[in-house]
């Protein structure tokens, strides 16, 4: 319980109604996307970065622990208190100005807490847009600090690619605000620091504002769902697009049977698009332009369908059907693999990240191992196949026992990490969710740099909880 005395100079800080106390208003900051929930002491608000820094300097003078929040949609367990009730939740989400748009410079500047829906929004009447497709709707923020990924990732990297500049407050006595960089695409006058705190998960500062640099909508579009020859098949084809398509290759989503047939039962507005059964494993594969249709030029659903077509025709082809239709039926049914996860029972979701070419081996192995040791959990595997990402999720279907849940952890991460050299938090970023992982297969030497520069931003204090411990 936070004292009265801390309650009313937070309250002078961020105003009466950005201080919330009562257990029912803070339940929506305390629970995640995915995990159990915690206990917050209290939820601050602030509106402003200078408000931010006001709160963040007065809990590190007073020994206050604190977790900051964007839109609590991560699933790493990072953005929400533990169980103690001694953490007060830092929530960004009323830092919602800036919104402004640079349409000859092609950027945008935007406070922590505004979401990429609402970015695309005002974005949208400039043929312009932020392309991180995700299932949730996160701050920007939340996206900088956690380096999200997405589906596009293949033709649009991540949120390093776009992140020009940067407003951070350190957590020192002084809430010291950084501003790191000014937009530029092109800056050595100085260490981009900035890096460090994209994708740095909270763990050395708080972020307040970003400029992101933003494309030009797609004005042609075109979608097919590929059933491979079998899983080792995926990489040729994959690669034969690559090679056909060039840069209007947007996305390469692959998705399991299991993944698939559970979005289809549980997702009422989704469909069977496929005549013969949902295959062992189908591709999402799209196709864009940013310009409008050109005379003479063939259109996209050409290009697709002829790509299709001389594979379907090869000896060797990696290809043994394709599905065209609209783009957003297409996506449809990538969509809804998550909640139709989530419909049909407890995920155990694992964000892996492997070399392109390991990933069919991962899965073959990973598959034995779960047949063998674990025939009570289901494989319900999807992920951006393109940059070797898979979101490994595992349905159960017995009885729910914490002996085995983390035998199940232990396995599957051991497998990938040390049998073939994986990443164990892909997209996700770093929570408590992944304290024990970091823990274990992150070099000691790293931790221990990866400390010594968060103690250079005044994360090292332990009443300080932001993203990892990094702990040395």
């Not at 030009?216 to 040729?236: F, I, K, M, N, T």
């Not at 899965?363 to 959990?377: G, K, V």
């Amino acid at each position: 319980m936070l004292s009265q005395d801390h309650q009313d100079a937070l309250a002078a800080i961020v105003g009466p109604a950005g201080l919330i106390v009562d257990a029912a208003d803070r339940a929506a900051y305390e629970t995640p996307a995915r995990y159990a929930g915690g206990v917050a002491a209290a939820v601050v608000r602030p509106r402003t970065t200078a408000e931010v820094s006001a709160v963040v300097g007065y809990c590190v003078r007073h020994g206050l622990a604190f977790t900051p929040q964007g839109a609590n949609t991560g699933l790493a367990e990072g953005s929400t208190p533990d169980g103690s009730g001694t953490h007060l939740v830092l929530s960004l989400d009323r830092l919602t100005a800036p919104l402004e748009i640079d349409v000859a410079d092609r950027t945008a500047t935007v406070g922590a807490g505004v979401r990429l829906s609402t970015l695309n929004a005002a974005l949208e009447p400039h043929g312009l847009f932020l392309p991180i497709d995700l299932g949730a709707d996160p701050t920007l923020g939340g996206m900088a600090a956690t380096n999200t990924g997405g589906a596009r990732f293949l033709r649009y990297g991540d949120m390093r690619r776009h992140v020009l500049g940067l407003e951070v407050v350190l957590a020192d006595a002084a809430g010291t605000v950084l501003q790191l960089s000014h937009g530029l695409r092109k800056d050595n006058a100085a260490l981009a620091l900035r890096q460090l705190f994209v994708g740095g998960c909270g763990s050395l500062g708080i972020i307040t504002a970003v400029t992101v640099e933003v494309h030009h909508r797609p004005r042609q579009s075109a979608a097919a769902l590929l059933v491979p020859r079998d899983a080792e098949a995926v990489l040729a084809l994959l690669q034969a697009f690559e090679a056909e398509a060039g840069a209007s290759l947007t996305a390469f989503e692959g998705m399991s049977r299991a993944a698939m047939e559970r979005a289809i039962a549980h997702v009422p507005s989704l469909s069977n698009p496929f005549a013969g059964g949902v295959p062992d494993y189908a591709v999402l594969v799209e196709l864009t332009r940013s310009w409008t249709p050109r005379e003479g030029e063939a259109s996209l659903d050409e290009v697709l369908q002829q790509i299709a077509g001389d594979l379907l025709e090869r000896d060797d082809s990696p290809l043994v059907d394709a599905l065209f239709g609209p783009a957003e039926k297409m996506w449809a049914l990538r969509h809804g693999l998550s909640e139709g996860l989530r419909a049909s029972g407890p995920v155990v979701g694992f964000d892996l990240s492997f070399r392109r070419r390991d990933l069919a081996r991962f899965r073959r192995d990973a598959t034995l191992m779960l047949e063998a040791d674990f025939p009570d959990f289901a494989l319900c595997d999807f992920g951006h196949v393109a940059d070797g990402g898979v979101h490994f999720n595992l349905v159960r279907t017995g009885p729910a026992d914490p002996a085995r849940y983390h035998a199940l952890r232990e396995a599957v991460l051991t497998l990938a990490v040390d049998g073939f050299s994986a990443s164990f938090s892909g997209e996700h970023g770093l929570g408590r969710a992944f304290q024990d992982a970091y823990d274990r297969f992150t070099p000691r030497l790293v931790q221990d740099y990866s400390a010594a520069v968060a103690a250079v931003f005044g994360t090292g204090s332990a009443s300080v909880r932001l993203g990892p411990a990094l702990k040395s």
